[in-house]
């Protein structure tokens, strides 16, 4: 029977494992973490499981074995087996299958988190295969073309494609024990190619490939580290993870005051325990944004995912669709003095263009940001706030009833119009007991009150 040191629902933890042992592990359902203390290798070739569900510890300290621990027990999918060409071996036979297999870390695809039916294509833009579609507003990754890049899990703007090693709830977790420990200065992201030892201080977390890291997870990273570098082992890797995450780290140094080291190394976090992430992409990117602020130069670029999003203020009617039918709840409208307000969150926004494709007047236009705003909010339009009068209550604004005026071809100005909704009700049943009973003074009847 194989040693674990740890079993935790889908991890298993084995200590100087035998060949035996690694064969009897070969049927664990999830990630192993092999930590070698006597024995300096362990041919992990018998285990047929992808690299990526296999960590190799070498006399690891307490703390990070803890970190990969943590790090491991957020992931929610494993590696596929993909069918191959080519005869089944003895041992496939023996285990009841008819079809060669081999795992594959394709992404998979969350639901309730994606977009799509909103409008958002990013994944789809991404893969440099073609690998993924969208149908019926469902994203599918088609599992014979897929080179398991991870470039359409790092365009997901919420989280909604996810790998083994690519999975925002892996990563936040990570982060979270990171609150418990000084020794870890730097995360080092790579691929399972790379085998390399950490240095001192470094955490090394090993990804499809550095093409999946995404602006997200780097702005994370420096609230709790003061390091962070990508790291590619192959120069002339197919994948070019190298190409993305050049202009991914050129982006983020001209958005903060750090400094970079090399290429592919940014140094100069801002540290703050006091953070917990929640594994939902924009959200716990709004909070790493918001906890930057203080090196923040008002600068960006593309690979940033900011958006702006512009309302052309003589079209638009203030009518409120873009605030009430926003999918991730960008909009907010206040009230400031006789003044009403929209403002946009731009750290929620998420460039999915639904509030453009609903807005009646076609005032909206959304497009990616060269700079991230130095406010929470930025002021879209405004306008006069009407009151009632009747009552005295604020219920509109003039931008609003002018437009309604004209859609319903409404001549003059009606006293209706300038009316909230209750007390347009008194006032049109009043007009009908008038109307109907022939009787003025209606408001005077028992049973009607102003």
């Known amino acids: 029977m194989p040693m674990p040191i740890q079993e935790e629902g889908r991890l298993l933890i084995l200590e100087d494992p ?54 491991l027990m957020g992931r929610r999918v494993k590696p596929m087996e993909v069918p191959i060409e080519g005869p089944i071996t003895r041992r496939e036979l023996l285990r009841g299958r008819v079809v060669r297999t081999k795992p594959k870390n394709v992404p998979e695809f969350i639901e309730n988190a994606c977009k799509a039916r909103y409008g958002c294509h990013e994944c789809l833009q991404a893969c440099p295969v ?61 691929c399972t190619a790379n085998q390399r030892a950490p240095g001192n201080g470094e955490y090394v977390y090993f990804v499809p490939c550095i093409a999946a890291v995404s602006p997200e997870w780097l702005m994370m990273d420096l609230t709790k580290v003061n390091e962070v570098s990508l790291e590619c082992p192959m120069e002339d890797c197919p994948l070019a993870g190298v190409k993305v995450s050049e202009g991914l780290i050129g982006d983020i140094s001209k958005a903060l005051k750090v400094t970079v080291r090399g290429k592919y ?25 918001k906890a930057l602020r203080p090196i923040m130069t008002g600068m960006g670029g593309d690979n940033l995912k900011v958006f702006n999003v512009g309302i052309d203020t003589v079209k638009c009617s203030f009518c409120g669709v873009c605030f009430a039918k926003c999918p991730e709840r960008a909009f907010d409208v206040t009230r400031v003095g006789d003044k009403t307000v929209l403002r946009l969150d731009w750290a929620k926004c998420i460039g999915c263009g639904y509030c453009k494709k609903l807005c009646p007047e076609k ?66 049943a009043k007009k009908m007991l008038e109307t109907g009973l022939g009787i003025k003074g209606a408001r005077n009847l028992p049973g009607v009150q102003s």
């Open 18 to 71: 035998t060949d035996e042992e690694l064969r009897e592990a070969s049927e664990h359902d999830g990630p192993i973490i092999i930590v070698l203390r006597n024995r300096d290798e362990v041919d992990t070739t018998i285990l047929n499981k992808h690299e990526i569900d296999v960590h190799i510890l070498r006399n690891p300290s307490e703390d990070y074995l803890e970190l990969l621990k943590a790090q």
């Open 130 to 190: 073609g690998a993924v579609s969208i149908v019926n507003n469902r994203v599918e990754v088609n599992a014979q073309s897929c080179i398991e890049c991870g470039l359409c899990v790092r365009a997901c703007p919420t989280g909604a494609l996810i790998m083994a090693g690519a999975d925002d709830n892996e990563h936040a977790l990570l982060l979270n024990k990171l609150n418990n420990t000084s020794q870890v200065t730097r995360i080092t992201y790579t």
């Open 363 to 428: 005032a909206i236009t959304v497009s990616r940001a060269s700079s991230i705003p130095g406010d929470d909010y930025v002021d879209e339009v405004e306008d006069e706030v009407v009151r009632c009068k009747m009552c005295g209550k604020p219920f509109d604004t003039k931008r609003h009833i002018m437009t309604t005026k004209v859609r319903l071809g409404i001549k003059g100005d009606p006293e209706w119009l300038y009316l909230c909704p209750d007390c347009r009700r008194y006032y049109t």
């Open 265 to 289: 190394t940014i140094s100069g976090g801002l540290f703050n325990k006091s953070i917990n992430y929640m594994g939902i992409r924009r959200s716990d990117y709004a909070k790493a944004l």
